[in-house]
Nanobody, 115 residues
Framework: QVQLVESGGGSVQVGGSLRLSCAAS????????MGWYRQAPGKQREFVAR???????YYADSVKGRFTCSRDNAKNTVYLQMDSLKPEDTAVYYC?????????WGQGTQVTVSS
């Protein structure tokens, strides 16, 4: 059984910063990929960023240069540092773990950016 617990969402003004965390527990393979997706009201869930167990990262164009994805393999935790936030970043952010043949999702955490 794998569980993902997210934290760090909240409300912030335009230009502000937030840091999301996602801790995975259970049977985690040493080689895996963790990442972040988001879903705004009335829109489909979209990819934000991901990081492999070797530290390689990939970002959506909309967040490149503003968001930084990192991980602590010893803690099975992935982070998303979000800087220079914009109103269009407002969404529920979900953590995803690709672990062997299975994908697992966190419960989601709300991020609201107000002008």
């Amino acid at each position: 059984q794998v569980q993902l617990v997210e934290s760090g969402g909240g409300s912030v003004q335009v230009g502000g910063s937030l840091r999301l965390s996602c801790a995975a527990s259970g049977s985690i393979f040493s080689i895996n990929r963790m990442g972040w997706y988001r879903q705004a009201p009335g829109k489909q869930r979209e990819f934000v960023a991901r990081i492999a167990s070797d530290g390689s990262t990939y970002y959506a164009d909309s967040v490149k240069g503003r968001f930084t994805c990192s991980r602590d393999n010893a803690k099975n935790t992935v982070y998303l540092q979000m800087d220079s936030l914009k109103p269009e970043d407002t969404a529920v952010y979900y953590c995803k773990l690709s672990n062997g043949p299975h994908d697992y999702w966190g419960q989601g955490t709300q991020v609201t950016v107000s002008s």
